[in-house]
């Protein structure tokens, strides 16, 4: 079951998020954060498939402070940019704790984020109340890395990825030495079926890590 919802931040701004349901107890709930070209197609058929696997599950539109239904087409990465520098780590924690608040009565609540939404997971990390953190080719985190998150986290990276060297990856790497690392023979937003460097495979194999991550620390 699909809906959309609406959310209210402890700062008491009120934002806007897709919700899925699964069909019977949820074994807990999941946050996904999105990448910077709004709550796609894509992003709720991710929030679908975690909620058939068995999570309540919301996608919050992160740029509502900005802009209320913000969605862009892949190409209009510029567009996605100027509302990405527009958000604050604070905007972040106050959104996604208004997710996790929501989400609470599901059990324990963990978040997967995408490119930009890898760095909402892991400053979310760090500043909310989540049992896990998932950041799929997180972009910007390596500048971020005064947070330190309290919770467990799994990163999932492109080996061919040209925005994200391995020397970023080897800096996070050192900041959190207790995170679960992965890596692809993938480019950047190889989960994406609407992006160019889509690989089916190494999706798959990601999807099935992230859910045995999970199932460990959320249910």
Same mark, same amino acid.
């Given at each position: 079951?699909? @809906?959309l919802?609406?959310?209210?931040a402890?700062d008491?701004?009120?934002l $806007?998020?897709?919700?899925? /349901?699964? %069909?019977?107890?949820p /074994?807990?709930g999941?946050v996904?954060a999105q990448?910077i070209?709004?709550v796609?197609?894509?992003?709720? @058929?991710?929030a679908?498939?975690?909620a058939a696997?068995g ?5 919050p ?7 209320? %239904?913000?969605?862009? !087409?892949? $190409?209009?990465?510029? /567009?996605? /940019?100027a ?9 972040i924690a #106050? @959104?996604?704790g208004a997710a996790? *608040?929501?989400? =609470?009565?599901?059990?324990?609540v963990g978040?997967?984020? &995408? ?6 997971a892991w400053?979310a990390? *760090?500043?909310? !109340?989540?049992?896990?953190a998932? *950041? &799929? &080719?997180?972009? %910007?985190? #390596?500048?971020h890395?005064?947070?330190?998150p309290v ?5 999932? &990276?492109?080996e061919s990825? !040209?925005?994200i060297p391995l020397?970023?990856v080897?800096r996070v790497?050192? =900041?959190?030495?207790?995170g ?10 190889f989960n ?15 999807f099935?890590?992230?859910? %045995?991550?999970?199932?460990d620390?959320?249910?």
């Amino acid at each position: 079951m699909t @809906d959309l919802t609406e959310l209210a931040a402890a700062d008491g701004h009120v934002l $806007s998020a897709y919700e899925a /349901r699964p %069909g019977g107890e949820p /074994r807990g709930g999941v946050v996904i954060a999105q990448e910077i070209f709004g709550v796609t197609a894509h992003i709720r @058929d991710i929030a679908d498939a975690y909620a058939a696997a068995g999570y309540h599950v919301l996608a919050p539109a992160l740029f509502d402070r900005q802009q209320r %239904g913000v969605l862009l !087409p892949y $190409s209009e990465v510029e /567009r996605g /940019r100027a509302f990405k520098v527009a958000v604050s780590r604070e905007d972040i924690a #106050h @959104d996604v704790g208004a997710a996790v *608040a929501h989400l =609470a009565p599901a059990g324990r609540v963990g978040i997967v984020g &995408y490119c930009w939404g890898g760095l909402v997971a892991w400053i979310a990390a *760090a500043t909310t !109340p989540v049992s896990a953190a998932v *950041a &799929y &080719y997180g972009g %910007g985190i #390596h500048e971020h890395l005064d947070l330190r998150p309290v919770c467990p986290v799994m990163l999932h &990276y492109g080996e061919s990825d !040209p925005l994200i060297p391995l020397e970023v990856v080897e800096r996070v790497g050192a =900041a959190c030495p207790q995170g679960v690392f992965h890596f692809y023979p993938a480019g950047h937003g190889f989960n994406c079926t609407d992006r160019t460097d889509y690989d089916a495979d190494c999706a798959q194999l990601a999807f099935e890590r992230t859910l %045995g991550f999970l199932r460990d620390h959320v249910g």
